[in-house]
């Protein structure tokens, strides 16, 4: 069970485990560097690239196995046409060439505009980067990196991080978004086998 080695911890212990691995990750650590030089406003790397990769080196396996992409952040409501974030995906695309895997680079100023269409339910109108973290479908997935202006790694982490280190996949009730919990525990599970998902 060496996997579980950090579960239980206190979480001081388990944030410097946690940043410790996703700086060292050659993908995330490409991608943190590269975000950073990107600077855009209130920008922050989340979710599965994350946790992904906690789990790929606490079970022995490969760096970006199992994960899709790298979802970066960004909050600006100076303009909340399609336009202007779309310029700014452009521009990543660009600036993220090479990478191991793609980036998707969302405009969380902008959500609460097409969060309803695509998915059938109201979503707040953000006012950060890091206050959608709070609202994915399973707090394990709820964390963010990112460099701090003194270019110190900051964690957004608003459930902690045991369910992470102890390869457990916990609802977040706070939306109605059972459908995608199920779907990406399912989806875990089947990279990762030592994981459990809790029921919605």
Known sequence: MDHLRYSGLPFEAQREAF???VSGDPLVGDALARARALALPDWLIVSGALYNSVWNHLTGKSSG???RDVDLFYFDD?????EAED???RR???HFEGLALPVEVRN???VHLWYPQKFGQPCPRYTSASEPISHFASRTHAVGVRYDAGGQLELVAPF???DVFSFRITPNRVMDNQRTHEAKGARARECWPEIGV???
């Open 19 to 21: 940043l410790d691995i």
């Open 65 to 67: 196995y199992g994960i």
């Open 78 to 82: 100076s303009d909340l046409s399609y």
């Open 92 to 94: 990543a695309a660009r």
């Open 198 to 200: 809790v029921a919605w």
């Open 87 to 89: 310029l700014v995906i």
């Open 108 to 110: 969380q100023a902008r």
């Open 160 to 162: 902690g991080l045991d």
